[in-house]
């Protein structure tokens, strides 16, 4: 641990520690900058060397907020970048622009190191190195060159887009600096709001409020700038009040843009009589040139960010400024000790209002919902729109998580007040996601966690509000991980292939059909199951590639199976996701069946029932092109949902596929076996057949028989196999492959027959 305070200690113990204990004298005798400051960024340790490169002796740091003393508000995000990089114990290093005493701004090479506090931890201290340009002491400056030099600087700034208030902030404390003034001020003009005070610099006690009228007017008319060497012997404009309970003596004011459209005001006060100071008007007046040159194209910026930064429906901030400001928070919180946290909300279920009630009272209700919830933010916090349904907030000043999680329960409980829509009332309810800044998330890092936990409450039931925590968070990176690995896979066409396990007639014993399912073979991971990486091919959009490969692969894989007597096709899994998109899946399906040669009839596309059963109303199109098409649909792990036969009709399904958790318990709970015969009746009503997964044991073959289903699947008969160990088994079927109905009590035998 460095050790700057005591006197050094090189015993033994030092040996093993990271760090050595360094003398301060040595320190000071380093030709760098050395600054320690803490977790409050004030300065603890301040070496010579900081001395030279500043300007401030270690006796005025010491103590003071290092931000305040040397870092521009230009510079302030950079640091803030390097800062966090530091804090989460990365290297830390760069180029930034820092200023000293004098107010001169000059770039910096810097390196940050935390000095204690590991992974979410704060540290307590952050030491910085710094060399300046040119280890020699630079020569002073004339005020003239120190001037230009300011002005280049400045116009550079507003070229280079920066916003306006970093700006009209530089020029105050540059023309207070340059002219060493004691105060210097900047009061704007704004088209809508008139003159406002836009930066002030050295004024004793509280701000000035808006400028003297009576100097404005002068300045107005005369189009001369005001130049007060004494106010005592002042004639044309009387000293305010409020000047004069300062203590100010002299004063120049000069106007920013022209008399006709004015911009603002750039003047500097002198607690004593001033002689000459109609020197400084060029300098004052070029600083004034270079801003009304700014705020004219700021103008333009301005709407067209506007226009960019906010959402046309609501008028909300959208995704881009939320994570703006989230960034900015993030990059100083540390400031004050309070902490930012962004919360996602996603109204539940609203694709159904906007559906059933079209879209145009879908958007009244978006309006509707943002005025409630706008009322509930505190002053301060920001409420953003992030896409269709989603809002979101970004809390600045935490307290602690339980302020937050009470605005998620006042934004809950708003929601449950009805919103009348056509003279129809609403009631709604949303699921919503919180991350608390862990001071080594970027903003988007943190948006993403909220997200995260705002999908966690939607499993959990919706209608509530979820914490990000350190489980989320390893499954997040887990699924990141995932995904780029996936989608280099999918690139690469190496890895990802597919296996075939048979569909065996319960009353034939014959192979009628086969199941293509996904495999994964990941080059250092290794298998990867299709459970862990079809979600998240789902949530990333892969699911349209991997979707497509499989059913390219799979049919051109089973093209030489169409002539195999008694088999009847394969049966490929589809996600309700590719559904979304009208018309994708009876594309893909046309595409398949003609590039690989196939009858349509020989394909099946299963599908799952609680998914179909959120996106139902795009499911029912894409649902009738495919039938149109004469591919065969199959309702899969039927028993795990909503359960509902109803619509099995009503989407034109082929075939309902009992799920394996249902048929698990066939043979011990009578309840389970009497559901199953229940849906095996309706099925057959509906002219459906039945497919029993996961058929383990000959008492559940038997079991199933004895209730007349017509197909089974499962480890019993064969596992997922290889398309040349599934071409071989169904060339050549095992010769007793069903149990005797009668006379058997059998005993397990998992998938022990397969050659
Ligand atoms: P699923 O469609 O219900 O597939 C049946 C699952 O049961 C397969 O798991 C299969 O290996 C497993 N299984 C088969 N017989 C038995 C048995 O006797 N006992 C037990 N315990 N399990 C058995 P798998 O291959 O891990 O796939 C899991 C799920 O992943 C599939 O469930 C399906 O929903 C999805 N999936 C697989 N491949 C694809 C694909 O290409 N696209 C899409 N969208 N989803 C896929
Ligand atoms: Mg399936
Ligand atoms: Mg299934």
Request: glycine share 8%.
């Amino acid at each position: 641990m460095l050790d700057l305070t005591s006197t050094p200690d090189l015993g033994p113990g030092n040996a093993q520690a990271p760090w050595v204990a360094v003398p301060r004298e040595l320190l000071d005798e380093v030709d760098a900058a050395v600054i320690v400051r803490g977790a409050d960024w004030k300065v603890s340790y301040w070496n010579r060397g900081a001395e030279r490169l500043y300007g401030y002796t270690s006796a005025h740091a010491l103590g003071r907020d290092l931000r305040d003393l040397i870092v521009p508000e230009l510079t302030l995000a950079a640091l803030g970048a390097l800062n966090r990089e530091a804090v989460a114990g990365r290297p830390a290093a760069g180029v930034i622009e820092l200023h000293d005493q004098a107010g001169r701004c000059f770039p910096v090479r810097v390196g940050l190191r935390a000095l204690d506090g590991e992974g979410d931890q704060q540290p307590s201290a952050v030491i910085g190195f710094a060399v300046g340009p040119g280890s020699q002491p630079r020569p002073a400056l004339s005020s003239v060159s120190v001037g230009h030099a300011e002005i280049a600087q400045l116009s550079w700034l507003a070229r280079r887009g920066a916003p306006l208030e970093a700006l009209f902030d530089r020029a105050a404390r540059k023309a207070a600096s340059v002219l060493s003034a004691d105060c210097a001020s900047l009061i704007g003009f704004r088209p809508d709001e008139g003159f406002v005070v836009e930066a002030v610099v050295g004024w004793p006690g509280r701000a000035p409020q808006v400028p003297s009228d009576e100097a404005l007017r002068y300045v107005l008319r005369s189009q001369r700038p005001l130049v007060v060497e004494d106010w005592e012997h002042e004639r044309r404009v009387s000293l305010p009040d409020h000047m004069r309970a300062r203590g100010i003596r002299a004063t120049v004011d000069v106007l920013i843009g022209d008399p006709e459209s004015p911009a603002g005001l750039l003047s500097v006060h002198y607690t004593t009589p001033q002689r000459s100071l109609r020197e400084h008007v060029p300098f004052l007046d070029a600083l004034g040139n270079v801003l009304a040159e700014a705020i004219d194209s700021g103008h333009v910026r301005e709407t067209v960010r506007r226009q960019s930064l906010h959402d046309t429906l609501t008028g909300l901030p959208n995704r881009a400024l939320l994570l703006d400001h989230l960034q900015h928070e993030l990059d100083f919180e540390d400031h004050r000790g309070k902490r930012p946290a962004v919360m996602v909300i996603d109204l539940d279920h609203f694709v159904i209002v906007n559906d059933s009630l079209g879209h145009q009272s879908g958007d009244e209700l978006l309006r509707l919902v943002t005025a409630r919830l706008e009322r509930l933010m505190r002053k301060g916090d920001m409420f953003a729109r992030l896409g269709a349904d989603e809002f979101a907030v970004l809390c600045r000043d935490l307290r602690s998580e339980v302020t937050v999680v009470r605005i998620a329960d006042r934004v809950l409980g708003a929601l449950e007040e009805p919103f009348t829509l056509q003279t129809e009332e609403r009631v709604l309810s949303a699921s919503i996601g919180i991350a608390v800044s862990n001071r080594t998330s970027s903003a988007e890092e943190l948006l993403r966690d909220a997200d995260a936990a705002m999908n966690h409450a939607k499993h959990r039931g919706r209608g509530r509000a979820e914490l990000f925590d350190k489980e989320m968070r390893a499954r997040v990176l887990g699924r990141v991980r995932t995904e780029s690995a996936l989608r280099a896979a999918l690139a690469r066409d190496e890895e990802i292939s597919v296996q075939y396990q048979p569909l065996v007639s319960l009353r034939s014993g014959e192979i009628v059909g086969a199941e293509a399912l996904a495999r994964w073979r990941h080059p250092d991971w290794g298998p990867v199951a299709p459970l862990e990486f079809v979600p998240v091919a789902e949530d990333s959009g892969l699911i349209h590639a991997l979707g497509a490969h499989i059913m390219h692969l799979a049919a051109r894989e089973a093209r030489a199976w169409q002539d195999v007597a008694g088999f009847r096709g394969i049966a490929i899994n589809v996600s309700a996701r590719q559904l979304v998109q009208p018309g994708e899946v009876a594309g893909l399906a046309r595409r398949v069946v003609l590039a690989q040669g196939i009858r349509p009839g020989f394909l099946t596309l299963e599908l799952t029932e609680s998914l179909l059963i959120e996106e139902l109303d795009s499911a029912r199109d894409a649902l009738g092109s495919l039938t149109a098409l004469g591919v065969r649909l199959a309702l899969d792990d039927f028993g795990t949902g909503y359960s509902s036969l109803s619509y099995l009709r009503d989407l034109r399904f082929d075939c309902v596929k009992i799920d394996q958790s249902l048929i698990r318990n066939i043979v011990d709970a009578p309840r389970d076996a009497a559901v199953i015969d229940a849906i095996i009746h309706l099925a057959h009503a509906l002219d459906l057949e039945v497919v029993a997964e996961g058929l383990e044991t000959d008492e559940q073959v038997a079991g199933l028989q004895a209730l007349g289903c017509d197909l089974g699947q499962g480890h019993r008969f064969a596992p997922p196999l290889a398309a040349a160990e599934f071409d071989a088994l169904l060339r050549e079927p095992p010769a007793d492959w069903l149990p005797r109905l009668k006379g058997r009590t059998g005993s397990r035998s998992a998938g022990t027959r397969v050659p």
